[in-house]
């Protein structure tokens, strides 16, 4: 089974600054068919469902912020909010999509500093 | 766009069988698309439960696959999930939701149901 680990668990960034979110799959999730990483972020505020981010590792769903990237491949992948904003405050998950368990990371919990 | 709306028994005994219906609107089912449950215990993380195509083909988490039955009903706009000999540790909100096109990753969520397993 393929394991996903976040890191930090939880970050504190000022209004206007940088963030950065980790995530490491025990196994590579690039496919070598279409050279895609099958590796996708979520936003969960609360009482909502989580809402999608980016998948293919960098492409931004529609309607996204372009304050939200991803980068990465293989098996090291990286959210980045380039100037976060109140509204970001939230839980982030990344999942990837590769095999048939779906799995997500444990997420981390983004505050404001 | 489209929308998605949980519905079933809030809250079950250990044993009981799992049964949500997922409501779909303005989108047609047999239209296309991957349709899907995920769960997400309090306070924690989440879950993917498994996935139906329009056709009826359905693909399942490994780790639930012996307990859960994914089905759909086209006439009724609606698709279903069946978990059966739940325990406490079933316990959580259940969500569905719809796929990105050509892969099991969803986009599209309901607002999720509550469901409780309790003597």
């Known amino acids: 089974d393929v394991v996903m680990t976040q890191s930090p668990d939880s970050l504190a960034v000022s209004l206007g600054e940088r963030a950065t979110i980790n995530c490491k799959s025990s196994?590579?999730?690039?496919?070598?068919?279409?050279?895609?990483?099958?590796l996708a972020w979520f936003q969960q505020k609360p009482g909502q469902p989580p809402k999608l981010l980016i998948y293919w590792a960098s492409t931004r769903e529609s309607g996204v912020p372009d304050r939200f990237s991803g980068s990465g491949s293989g098996t090291d992948f990286t959210l980045t909010i380039s100037s976060l904003q109140a509204e970001d405050v939230a839980v982030y998950y990344c999942q990837q999509f590769y095999t048939s368990s779906y799995t997500f990371g444990q997420g981390t919990k983004l505050e404001i500093k | 766009q489209v929308q998605l709306q949980e519905s079933g028994p809030g809250l079950l005994k250990p044993s009981e069988t799992l049964s949500l219906t997922c409501t779909v609107s303005?989108?047609?089912?047999?239209?296309?698309?991957?349709w899907g449950w995920i769960r997400q215990p309090p306070g924690r993380g989440l879950e993917w439960i498994g996935g139906i195509y329009r056709d009826g083909t359905t693909y399942y988490n490994p780790s639930l696959k012996s307990r859960v039955t994914i089905s759909v009903d086209t006439s009724k706009n609606q698709f279903s999930l069946k978990l059966s000999s739940v325990t406490a540790a079933d316990t959580a909100v259940y969500y569905c939701?719809?796929?990105?096109?050509?892969?099991?990753?969803?986009?599209?969520w309901g607002q999720g149901t509550l469901v409780t397993v309790s003597s």
């Open positions: 303005d989108y047609s089912i047999s239209s296309g698309y991957y």
């Open positions: 196994q590579s999730l690039l496919h070598s068919s279409n050279n895609r990483n099958y």
């Open positions: 939701a719809r796929s990105i096109a050509g892969q099991l990753l969803f986009n599209f």
